[in-house]
């Protein structure tokens, strides 16, 4: 990602389209659980909170203390800080999508399902 909005940004947009689905699922479909889908939607909007959250760090180290003025190592330990924190973050965003599309899965019954897949390779 090029920076912290552009990344809280897809976060959001692929927050929306997990409820947007889910919200289908429950309006379109016969024999659907309301609660389950909407707590579907709860552990979205959970999800999108706790990782909006987590997007701002920062490094607690300072050139001067902690490297001894040399900037070129600050910057380099910097780097290697923020790029594991946001992989870390991708990672758990990531598991959390997969479990919640299980979720959303779950919803649908056995026949649906073979439904949807007829009509996806149509």
Do not use: H, P, W
């Not at 070129?72 to 999508?97: I, M, S, T």
């Amino acid at each position: 990602m090029a920076n912290k909005r552009e990344l809280k940004k897809s976060i959001r947009n692929m927050a929306e389209s997990l409820a947007g689905e889910t919200v289908f699922i429950a309006n379109y479909y016969d024999n659907i659980d309301l609660e389950k889908a909407d707590d579907v939607i709860g552990e979205i909007l959970d999800l999108l909170t706790e990782k909006t959250r987590n997007i701002s760090v920062s490094f607690d180290k300072t050139c001067n203390e902690s490297f001894e003025g040399n900037k070129k190592e600050y910057r380099k330990a910097r780097r290697v800080y923020y790029r594991q924190c946001y992989n870390e973050l991708e990672k758990e965003f990531d598991e959390g999508v997969k479990e919640i599309l299980k979720k959303m899965n779950a919803l649908l019954s056995k026949e649906q399902k073979e439904e949807n897949k007829k009509m996806a390779q149509a």
